[in-house]
């Protein structure tokens, strides 16, 4: 006698990594898309990624048309988990984690954490990143990677873009100044707080979801609408 067992087929598409994209358009294309589907799945079906990473992103063609894929849901939660206020252990990879969540007790994973993540994506994609220090990135201790991203994003920017891949530096200056703007109004926040309680005074308001109005999905988004070349 044996047990009863269910076995179940799953096919789809063959799906490569976006890393295999040297057409700037198709990138600009799937990249969009990825990040369309990210927006769409926290708006409409209420659930956060927490694991943006460039392994991730990937695409699938059919016919000469590109359709980028947002892959691996291990680490998803649904908004409104009571997990998600209360489960804070690090979560991602080390190139893409943000600014945020590099500190022994990370704090609730926000829907800009993983814009950031996006950005981080776009530089390894598109800038020439051998021989700069973000080749260092990976191996660079929690304390280390926190202060070089907080300089590449408020001060030092990124290295430039390959040649093939140039036109991506409207996105990537657009995007970095947006959190760099973030982190700004980060650090005016945190001197308005410890005035206050010089003072003895209330502690002002901050979105921290936005970083003070800085960063969210429409700002974003009208980047991305950025033509990166002419067709």
Not at 171 to 181: A, K, N, Q, R
């Amino acid at each position: 006698m044996y047990e009863e067992r269910v076995f179940r087929l799953i096919v789809h598409a063959e799906l490569r990594l976006i890393t295999e994209l040297n057409d700037p358009n198709k990138l600009a294309k799937v990249f969009k898309q990825i990040f369309d589907c990210y927006r769409w799945l926290h708006e409409e079906a209420k659930i956060i990624h927490r694991d943006v990473s460039i392994t991730n992103l990937m695409y699938h063609e059919i016919g000469g048309k590109v359709y980028g894929v947002l892959n691996d849901f291990d680490l998803a939660l649904r908004l409104g988990d009571t997990k998600v206020s209360t489960l804070k252990q690090r979560t991602g990879t080390k190139p893409y984690m943000v600014i945020d969540l590099l500190v022994d007790s990370p704090p609730s994973h926000l829907y800009r954490h993983d814009l950031e993540s996006f950005l981080y994506i776009l530089v390894f994609l598109t800038c020439k990143i051998e021989g700069s220090d973000l080749v260092k990135w990976k191996d660079l201790g929690i304390d280390q990677l926190k202060k070089a991203k907080t300089s590449a994003l408020a001060e030092e920017g990124f290295p430039p873009n390959k040649n093939h891949f140039q036109d991506f530096d409207l996105w990537i200056l657009d995007l970095t100044d947006l959190f760099g703007t973030g982190i700004n109004n980060c650090r005016l926040h945190n001197k308005a707080v410890a005035q206050a309680e010089r003072r003895r005074g209330s502690s002002p308001e901050f979105d921290e979801k936005t970083l003070g109005g800085a960063v969210d999905f429409n700002k974003f988004a009208t980047i991305l609408e950025q033509p990166i070349t002419l067709q």
